[in-house]
């Protein structure tokens, strides 16, 4: 009688599903404004799998993104030692002109001066992609809630 109440429960779960499953997204507006720098509205725009269709509820999808690389320190001769990378993207979403929801979202990362300059510039791209990601996961939860 245990071994069967035990396989019922192991087989019925209890309905619990993933907030972030990409079988699950579904993420669909009338219309979508881009607005600040082109590069990473893209990327954010394909890793968040948003499409632009035309249905009843009338929901708009406003994205402000800006990315900064900025010299955080510099070593004794004056060239840059450390870099810190910022992306920050905002994200407002409005039903027949109305603010439903509207939030920021930011990060950054410090690193080191790589003396090779096409190295460096692979880095600060993969640095860039690597923080897109995380805001991109942070994103679809919030539209998802």
Do not use: H, W
């Not at 192991?10 to 720098?37: H, M, R, V, W």
């Not at 948003?50 to 060239?79: C, F, H, R, W």
């Not at 993207?89 to 950054?108: A, C, P």
């Amino acid at each position: 009688m245990k071994k069967l109440l035990i396989l019922f429960i192991l087989i019925s779960a209890c309905g619990y599903q993933p907030i972030y499953n990409a079988n699950l997204i579904k993420i669909e507006f009338n219309k979508i404004n881009l607005t600040g720098d082109t590069k990473i509205n893209r990327k954010l725009i394909s890793l968040l799998g948003i499409k632009e269709v035309n249905n009843e509820i009338g929901k708009q999808i406003s994205i402000y993104s800006s990315g900064l690389i900025e010299e955080t320190s510099k070593d004794a001769k004056g060239q840059p030692a450390t870099y810190r990378t910022n992306i920050t993207i905002t994200v407002e979403i409005k039903e027949q002109n109305k603010l439903i929801k509207s939030k920021s979202f930011n990060e950054d990362f410090s690193y080191n001066n790589i003396e090779n300059k096409f190295d460096l510039s692979v880095y600060q791209k993969d640095v860039e992609d690597n923080l897109i990601k995380k805001i991109t996961d942070d994103i679809i939860i919030f539209i998802n809630l």
